[in-house]
């Protein structure tokens, strides 16, 4: 069984910082997952937001390249995504992603198996 555990979020201002924390709970602690975060508003598509590959490669959207990192503990599925520089935009729902295997297309949610709750993110003005 594979259980994805999120913490953080939370409300900040525009120009604020929130941190997000992922881990993979799992009773094959040996195995390495590739990681990601994804985001959706209510009424919208699910977005990728940055993922980070078991070999530690890392892929950022667009949208929040420059302001967001992603991070795993080397050799752990454990994963954070530093969110700088906040935007109204950034408001959503975020999501934490695993799969024991993603490949190219990181930022592809239908390429993760495993998914956690869901934590929110409100960024006000």
């Known amino acids: 069984q594979v259980q994805l555990v999120e913490s953080g979020g939370g409300s900040v201002r525009t120009g604020g910082s929130l941190r997000l924390s992922c881990v993979v709970s799992?009773?094959?602690?040996?195995?390495?997952?590739?990681m990601a975060w994804f985001r959706q508003v209510p009424g919208k598509e699910r977005e990728g937001v940055a993922a980070a590959a078991r070999d530690g490669s890392t892929t950022y959207a667009d949208s929040v390249r420059g302001r967001f990192t992603i991070s795993r503990e080397s050799g752990k599925n454990i994963v954070v995504l530093q969110m700088n520089s906040l935007k109204l935009e950034d408001s959503a729902i975020y999501y934490c992603a695993a799969d024991l295997w993603v490949g190219q297309e990181s930022l592809n949610g239908n390429m993760y198996k495993y998914w956690g709750q869901g934590t929110h993110v409100a960024v006000s003005s």
């Open positions: 799992t009773d094959n602690s040996y195995m390495e997952y590739d």
